[in-house]
């Protein structure tokens, strides 16, 4: 979905993990409309943006039959075609990525090479493998105990490039090791966001909210330390889905993600049109 402004920097908004679309709500309790907020708030900016949904899914879910037989290249194969695409409707020499959340690092991996990027805004972006970032979110969550050994195992597992059978897998695993997205779950495990970023010699933009208790403030300095070159901007109440939260509380903190009547905290617009050149 293009939101467009008249004229401006042009940039797409690649979504995050899981069965996330075009405005950043998923199945899964996530209505936050993150993605939907942003495209608007940088039109008023200056700033085209277009809504991409991820193959297999939603608006693109004739891309391909099983929207889990996927890998984070072909994610980063769609964002190229994606780019070409704004190009040609726009006329704008260069497209902007922003990827937020896990597509951030898809934008990483589509980014290497490309001349027709402008260049990279990572929001909420892990800056060390997603293997890592996992074991953190689930020691993370107390009612993991049961079944946290297990869960590491299996991350183990996956990092090595090998499938877990289902007979292997406890019940309370499956959703989140489930053997359609094995697969999919190798080949993420398999990158580094802070290699790739150390390889990429245009601007970028890493921009962290420090209530975010998915990804942590740890990951933006990670990889704002494995590029000098790129800009860093941590915004102190703002969470995983851009919401503005007051406190520590948890319960407040995820109760933000199912209301998209609640505006994104204050400074992330700004902080990506200035970066992009919005007015």
Known sequence: MLSSARKGPVMLIIPGSGPTDRDGNNSKGIKASTYRLLAEGLAKRGVTTARMDKRGMFGSKAAVADANDVTIADYADDV????????????????????????????????????????????????????????????????????????????????????????????ALMPLFAPQIQGFLISLFSYDPAKLLAAYSGPALILQGERDIQVRKQDAIGLKEANAKAKLVLVPNANHVLKAVASEDRAANIATYADPALPLAPGIVEAIADFVGGK
Request: charged share 20%.
């Open 80 to 171: 190229r075609a994606w780019t070409r695409v704004l190009r040609q409707k726009t006329g704008a020499k260069c497209v902007w990525l922003l990827g937020h959340s896990e597509g951030g690092l898809v934008a990483l991996v589509a980014a290497q090479a490309q001349p027709d990027i402008c260049g990279l805004v990572l929001v909420s972006a892990p800056g060390r493998p997603l293997g890592t970032v996992l074991r953190e979110q689930l020691r993370a969550n107390p009612a993991n105990g049961p079944v946290l050994d297990h869960a590491l195992a299996t991350i183990d597992k996956l990092e090595a490039g090998e499938r877990v059978e289902v007979a292997e897998l406890s019940p």
